[in-house]
C-alpha cells in the first residue's frame, strides 16, 4: 500500500486516478463480498481508508492547506 508522503508527493492528477481506481476496487471487493467470494473482508476496510486519504488530500489541495 502506499504511504501518506508517497501520495503527498503525487500530483493532483495522479491522486484523482489512484481515487477513481480505489472507488473501482472497492466496487469489486463489495461485489466479492456479496457472492461470497472474499474470504479477507479487512479489504474493504483498507481501500475505504485509502479512498478518505486520498480525499482528505485533494480537498487540502483545493483549499490550498499543507
Given amino acids: 500500500m502506499v504511504d501518506l ?8 492528477e ?5 481515487l477513481e481506481d480505489s472507488h473501482q476496487e472497492l466496487f469489486n471487493l463489495r461485489f466479492r463480498v456479496s457472492t461470497k467470494q472474499l474470504a479477507n473482508h479487512r479489504e474493504l476496510r483498507r481501500v475505504k481508508r485509502k479512498i478518505a486519504r ?3 488530500l485533494l ?4 483549499l490550498d492547506i499543507r
Fill in 59 to 62: 480537498t487540502e489541495r483545493e
Fill in 5 to 12: 508522503k508517497e501520495f503527498r508527493n503525487m500530483s493532483t
Fill in 54 to 56: 486520498l480525499k482528505t
Fill in 14 to 18: 495522479d491522486l484523482a486516478k489512484q
